[in-house]
């Protein structure tokens, strides 16, 4: 299966901590999203990753890919309390036009 | 702009019973997508659209699931009968197209369907 997996499935923060989220995938890839996803709602795009890129920054977030271990993490720093959420990475397939999403992790960030 | 908009919110139905959701993506998206999301897991592609033609179905159960999008824009998604495993949030997101390259998805906040 394509399908990423995270590690932790969940994770317990207090706020201003930071939080690292590390997703694994099995096959070659052209790129990896990160979403988020609130309870009850729908997943919010994040950041987008290239498979020639090795890391990238929007705002509090940091992502990593390590493509020879097929690997990505999501850092996000100084966390809020506003940063509780599933976290979910998606990979496609070289030459595949849609993504497979991970099982995700929950994060919990105590005020 | 406008996100992606999902009717219903929530939905109750007894087993064997038949249902249906409605999607409206971001205007101009020539990408729509149906994920069924089951608690504590990530979403699963049911049915790709490119504008009014089915890219990718492979996951989806035919015998009782089925989509349509008429005129490339607003998308349902029908349930007949429903079965208790098909409890699940139907999430609808769309995006834009480019050749090679997978887009930032577009996600509404689903339909919760409860089989009874």
Known sequence: SQQGEEDP???????????????SYKTSINNLQWYRQNSG???????????????KHSGRLR?????????????????RAADTASYFCATDRAGANNLFFGTGTRLTVIP | EAGVAQSPRYKIIEKR??????????SGHATLYWYQQILGQGPKLLIQFQNNGV????????DRFSAERL??????LK?????????AVYLCASSTFLTGEN????????????IL
Do not use: Y
Request: proline residues 4%.
């Open chain 2, 103 to 114: 887009q930032p998805q577009h996600f509404g906040d689903g339909t919760r369907l409860s």
């Open chain 1, 63 to 79: 992502v990593t890919l390590d493509t020879s271990k097929k690997s990505s993490s999501l850092l996000i720093t100084a966390s």
């Open chain 1, 41 to 55: 709602r729908g997943l919010v795009h994040l950041i987008l990753i290239r498979s020639n890129e090795r890391e």
């Open chain 2, 55 to 62: 890219v990718d179905d492979s996951q989806l159960p035919k």
């Open chain 2, 71 to 76: 005129k490339g824009v607003d998308s349902t």
């Open chain 2, 17 to 26: 019973q038949s249902v249906a959701f409605w999607c409206n993506p971001i």
């Open chain 1, 9 to 23: 499935q969940a994770l317990s923060i207090q706020e201003g901590e930071n939080a690292t989220m590390n997703c």
């Open chain 2, 79 to 87: 349930i007949q009968p429903a079965k208790l495993e098909d409890s």
